[in-house]
């Protein structure tokens, strides 16, 4: 009973729900999942990085940031705009972290070896949402570039 209660316990502190999640983080993670899913392909290696790209931008564990992926999965599929993620992230977030969001998002889009013009697009529609100028864009896409 004893064992039970505790793996209960231990299952509700590493699995963040829609609740107790960062508004600002389900918001990054439902962008970073739109990338994704813009070539209408979630590639291995998409899959493969997708977590440790979230977990460097939000500072959550490997486990958190698994379950707030399905989080945000589930939110991508009931949404109707990008705005209602990129609201959240206009409130809380300054000039370095929407560039380090934009920055993960291109990584994501570069993850897989190849960039989709639909990948391409909806980064540039969410850095026009977050108030990015078009040189901040740039900058971002060129260093993720040279990070691969």
């Known amino acids: 009973m004893l064992n039970s209660f505790l793996d209960w316990f231990k299952s509700e502190a590493i699995e963040p729900t829609e609740q107790t999640t960062d508004p600002a983080d389900r918001a990054a993670a439902a962008l970073m999942v739109e990338v ?5 392909q979630f590639d291995d290696e998409e899959k493969a990085k997708l977590p440790a790209l979230l977990k460097a931008h939000t500072g959550l564990t490997t486990q958190e940031c ?3 992926i399905k989080i ?9 705009s990008l705005h209602q993620f990129t609201r959240h992230l206009n409130e809380s977030f300054d000039i370095d972290q929407k560039l380090s969001l934009v920055f993960t998002l291109w990584c994501i889009a570069f993850a897989d070896g190849h960039l989709d ?5 909806i980064i540039r529609k969410i850095s026009d949402l977050l108030h990015l100028r078009h040189s901040e864009f740039m900058k971002m896409k060129v260093k993720a570039q040279n990070a691969q």
């Open 117 to 121: 013009r639909y990948e391409e697009h």
């Open 66 to 68: 698994m379950a707030l």
């Open 36 to 40: 994704v899913m813009a070539d209408d």
């Open 72 to 80: 945000a999965e589930a939110e991508v599929d009931h949404a109707t």
